[in-house]
């Protein structure tokens, strides 16, 4: 699977958007990206998944740059229950995913 | 509709003991995968059975095994404890081919 790149830490104030991003240079055709999230102490939760176009669901949006090599994902009104840690994944579109280290985000008021 | 439930939530072992964890996942869900967490390692995964047939494997020794009763149901056992395998045990259903996983709240699992 491709390797991503994700900023260790960041920081958003609550109600504006949050935008994380991954690089994923070596991208394969045939991978999707996929987000999930984190929070402390329970298990990893689905976010949002694409291949080329950029995908929209009640939880957040996902833009795929043209070439594929990065990828953003937006929370649109950031809120204190969106701290967590966001692994931005790269993978077939099967079961065996590879989690990285992950964005902490932390979204203060 | 439920989601995926994990049992035991914590557990406390010693050395060399074994364990059993049982996972139940989403109805109709024919996928279950497991994955362990740890401070160091992160995320990582051990195995993934579809229709009671293991279809791939982590990087783990072969003291972690699973299996998948007809009802989707799984269980994963891991003998000879050590102090490494202290961990949290996720696992994770899906309809089968898809890495749209919903995981449970996982076992946390301390050897002793």
């Known amino acids: 699977d491709a390797k991503t790149t994700q900023p260790t830490s960041m920081d958003c104030a609550e109600g504006r958007a949050a935008n994380l991003p991954c690089n994923h240079s070596?991208?394969?055709?045939?991978?999707?990206v996929y987000w999930y999230r984190q929070i402390h102490s329970q298990g990893p939760q689905y976010i949002i998944h694409?291949?080329?176009n950029n995908e929209t669901n009640e939880m957040a949006s996902l833009i795929i740059t043209e070439d594929r090599k990065s990828s953003t994902l937006i929370l649109p009104h950031a809120t204190l229950r969106d701290t967590a840690v966001y692994y931005c994944?790269?993978?077939?579109?099967?079961?065996?995913?590879?989690f990285g280290a992950g964005t902490t985000v932390t979204v203060r008021a | 509709k439920a989601g995926v439930t994990q049992t035991p939530r914590y557990l406390i072992k010693t050395r060399g003991q074994q364990v059993t964890l049982s996972c139940s996942p989403i109805?109709?869900?024919?996928?279950v995968s497991w994955y362990q967490q740890t401070p160091g390692q992160g995320l990582q995964f051990l195995f993934e059975?579809?229709?009671?047939?293991?279809?791939n494997k982590g990087n783990f020794p072969g003291r972690f095994s699973g299996r998948q009763f007809s009802n989707s149901r799984s269980e994963m056992n891991v003998s000879t404890l050590e102090l490494g395998d202290s961990a949290l045990y996720l696992c994770?259903?899906?309809?089968?081919?898809?890495?749209?996983?919903?995981f449970g709240e996982g076992s946390r699992l301390t050897v002793l």
């Open positions: 109805s109709g869900h024919r996928s």
């Open positions: 994944i790269v993978a077939p579109n099967d079961y065996k995913l590879s």
């Open positions: 070596t991208i394969s055709g045939n991978e999707y």
């Open positions: 994770a259903s899906s309809w089968g081919g898809s890495g749209e996983l919903f």
């Open positions: 059975y579809f229709s009671e047939t293991q279809r």
């Open positions: 694409g291949l080329k």
